[in-house]
């Protein structure tokens, strides 16, 4: 007997619709490796009628008022609250996360995201008036920067979209979303909750591949690109956008940096530190994957993290005693595999190091000690449940080491000398640097790194502001 595969669908202009051309790819659940629905492989015709949809609907969503913006995201961040099982649900299905970890880690932040950005919509102002010429007043307009294309990425798919189309759709823009091709189905629900809301047009959701992506990019239509993703993906789109200078958005990948010095509480330091590389398995680009430890506490600090890994589970979605579920997707933990099994002789696995099970994508906690700076997994971006350890002798080989990857979106220093962590916050060249903590995020402050981690900012005013554009109108007295 077989299972009828539920069909997702392209949001385009205030509706649902097949692929023009009805091509479809099958969605697999992670935790069991298996097809559970179908979604849109949509073409160019298809990336066609969204940008056609989004593109008529910008005058007026622009012209609104920001209080009437404000009015509508409010009304979204409610639905989100009511439709909250469901949305649960299908993230779940998604991605194989476990249903009460997407019900206390990701539902409450991304209702406050949205809210936020409510509240943003009504700072859509520029500097104040001002004579800088004799005779002549100048006055400064922020305006929305027209149709966004905006690509979220597989580890967070609903919270990344959030991310999107909450700044945009604040700030005046139109809005045509493509999620991942392996996690469609809560962006999907997303467009049917945003669409009893906002005019027909303002969002559209199209599925689809790399080459829908692409489409997108070269579109002639949208102002703006947005990419959460992998750093070759950033690439990618940065090339493309330039053809017609297209402004682009980009956070891409991390190789989060841990610096443990030998004053921190190495306890509560563990615990910390091990929910913060393997929650979500791993695949978070802010991750607690790098750890470097002073060498005087680097045996002890080892030891228990070790055996914190070893009392951290994985399992299904609705067992609520593990931390995390399974990776995204086979490819991905081909990847995982591969590193560990690619490690050189000198690396010594502490724990872990293998797949849980023969269903879905599992993967055990993992610490990995003994490595060099110059070693495949201290420089490369592991994305799975895979702490590395490092041993350093003094503040100035960490910095060293800790700066020495071409990714800089997050870091850590743990110490309880306060002019130690302001010198590390100072040099660190990170988007983020938390002090004995890692990990935590707020609505009202800047996400995005430097290097390859990418350029611009989500969350905050800022995240708003690169949604805007900036024109200068001068005017003459005399007239």
Not at 216 to 226: C, I, K, L, Q
Not at 345 to 350: G, N
Not at 446 to 473: E, M, N, Q
Request: with cysteine.
């Amino acid at each position: 007997m077989t299972t009828e595969l539920r069909r997702l669908r392209n949001y385009i202009n205030g509706e649902f619709r097949d692929a023009a051309d009805g091509r479809t790819i099958d969605v697999i659940n992670p935790a069991t490796g298996e097809a559970y629905a179908t979604s849109p492989l949509s073409g160019q015709s298809d990336v066609d009628a969204a940008m056609d949809a989004a593109g008529a609907a910008f005058p007026a969503w622009r012209d609104a008022t920001p209080a009437e913006r404000q009015k509508v995201l409010l009304k979204i961040a409610d639905a989100f609250e009511e439709r909250a099982d469901d949305l649960i649900a299908a993230e779940s299905e998604n991605t194989g996360k476990p249903l009460e970890l997407v019900r206390s880690e990701e539902i409450p932040p991304m209702v406050d995201q949205i809210r936020f950005f409510a509240g943003a919509a009504r700072m859509l102002e520029g500097r104040s008036a001002g004579e800088y010429m004799e005779g002549m007043t100048s006055i400064i307009r922020r305006e929305p920067v027209g149709v966004c294309a905006q690509v979220a990425p597989w580890n967070y798919p609903m919270m990344m979209a959030v991310w999107k189309f909450a700044p945009a759709l604040a700030a005046g823009n139109t809005v045509v979303l493509k999620p991942s091709d392996t996690t469609p189905a809560s962006t999907v629900l997303i467009a049917e909750i945003i669409g009893a809301i906002v005019p027909k047009g303002v969002f559209n959701v199209i599925c689809g591949d790399r080459d829908t992506g692409r489409a997108m990019v070269e579109h002639p239509t949208p102002a703006m690109a947005s990419i959460t993703g992998s750093v070759r993906a950033g690439m990618q789109v940065a090339a493309s956008a330039a053809k017609d200078v297209k402004r682009v958005h980009l956070e891409l990948g991390g190789k989060a940096p841990v610096v443990v010095f030998e004053d921190t509480d190495i306890a509560k330091a563990v615990e910390d530190i091990a929910v913060a590389g393997y929650f979500n398995a791993g695949q978070d680009c802010t991750a607690a994957t790098r750890v470097l430890v002073q060498e005087s506490i680097h045996d002890e600090f080892v030891a228990a993290l070790a055996k914190a890994a070893s009392e951290t589970k994985t399992g299904q979605p609705d067992d609520e005693d593990v931390l995390f579920g399974p990776l995204n997707n086979a490819n991905q933990l081909a990847q995982v595999s591969g590193f560990i099994d690619r490690l050189p002789a000198h690396a010594k696995v502490e724990a872990g190091g293998q797949r849980v099970g023969d269903k879905g994508y599992f993967y055990a906690p993992t610490v990995v000690s003994g490595l060099k700076q110059d070693d495949e997994i201290i420089q490369n971006e592991v994305f799975g449940p895979v702490i590395t350890v490092q041993s350093f002798t003094d503040e100035a080989q960490a910095l060293e080491w800790a700066n020495g990857v071409e990714y800089a979106l997050a870091s850590s220093v743990w110490t309880k000398d306060h002019g130690r962590a302001m010198r590390m916050s100072k040099a660190l060249d990170f988007g983020c640097v938390w002090i004995n903590t890692h990990i935590p995020l707020v609505a009202e402050m800047p996400h995005g790194g430097f290097k390859k981690s990418g350029y611009g900012k989500d969350l905050s005013a800022y995240g708003f502001d690169d949604y805007t554009r900036i024109k200068h109108v001068m005017t003459s007295l005399d007239a």
